[in-house]
């Protein structure tokens, strides 16, 4: 970033399934953070997003407004084509409707996009020239950069990392396929294996704590997925770091860390590898990517 | 590239294991193409390659010189790692003798990164912004285009496709881990399923010409992984368009080809694709890409 676009400040939203955040960023500062449930409709989500951005910036003129959102996106029509999370916002054409609430240009960008751009520019990955990153939580997402900036891909699939097949026949994924990474490694696929292993449900955070062989068989398999699937991929894309982000990632700390890098390793035998790292930045990440999505896009 | 780029005479260079290429890039246009054995040693090699490049100048003036290498390269010193097929170039410094050798800068690249970049600019994925080039044969290699340029990756090992860990526990590949898409689907793999199951040597050739239940469950196998691979890439790197390149991949030609689509398809449901296709230069595309990449450095 030049001095002269980073000091204009910058409007950053981040769409969830349970929550909207706003924030505004000068330079490398969050000046402003806010946040509140997600409504449901898209009317109602665009208001709220409206508001959200009214109170953040709470009236200091903004020169750009960044949005990240989940789901595949149209990126040419601003369009969310679906979001499991987010009932309502099928085929709905977000951008315009959020720039009529504005009056300002919105530039949108995939929510696991956004944040490995924040963590590449100011968190976890500052300085790498490429960096991958990956959210493990309820699903599994990911990000490409390379040159610091997304690699969207020519249909704007790029960084889907979850759906990368780690286990050909394995599991049956959301998406619709066998054995995707999501479907043996996510949140959503641990307590669908612990649930059967134990005959009752167990959260994740329950199986992060738990001591017993099978929650460590459990975790172990994710883990060994996850480094399979890292390592895979420094073959190919071969980022100078990798970030881990998401509430599973973060949830396990170091101690799930260390397992996944072992498998890493496991599957790098004779290769170069990046440095694994947790992300920075917390639930800021979404603002965040999202303000320097749209700093990005007014310098080009 | 622009025009005034484009009509200086490159000279593209192509070490392989068994054969060296020289060819004189003008334009579009490939005036000229010579081939000779590769001798064995690092200075007969150097020898043979600047003998080969004279005979495809033939007194023309060259601007740059562009060689196309196996092995992974340390790019920055211009020395081959180690190259399998090429006894005597361990940690060779290549570049710098070759330089010494023609009395002209030489840009060095990684063979499948060449020929990647020759068919992404004047072959079958041209007019693609993002592309993937695999080329399938002893081994499989290949190279991943972003912008128009290889994307060589943090350490060089950027567009390794055949290590992608398409089989967990799989067979032992060449490069020390397990169930690599090389360990599965390459040349070597094939005979050696092919040896196991006929209980002799079966050359691939053969393999496509028999029509038995054996060399279909062979060929449906290594074709298998070969679309689960292409579909994984499709979901993170998201190119344009796919082409296959190699003497297995063209050897098998359409029949094959729609026996890896076909799994591929299978392993993209929900998701978009970009069209899978022959690569279109044959053994030229290793010079032709060492030229490209000569003119593009010169350009950057």
Redesign the interface.
Known sequence: MSGQESSLVTLGLDLGGTKIAAGLLEGEELLAFVERPTPRGGAAVVRALAEAAREAAAGRPVTAVGLGTPGPLDFDRGVVRFAPNLPGLRNFPLRARLEAALGLPVVIENDANAAALAEHHLGAARG???SLFVTVSTGIG?G?I?DGRV???????????G??????GGPLCG???RGCLEAVASGRALERDAAYAYGRPVPVPELFARKDATARALLDGAA??LG?AL??????????VIVLGGGVALGGGEAFLRRIESAYRA??????R?PLRLARLGREAGVIGAALAARLAARS
């Open positions: 790498a020239r490429h990911g490409v390379i690699h969207r891909g020519a249909f704007g699939q790029g960084g889907e990392i759906h990368l097949t780690v286990l050909p998406c619709g396929n060994g997925y399979q390592a895979s991929l420094q073959k190919v894309f071969d980022p100078e599957h790098l035998r004779g290769w170069r990046a």
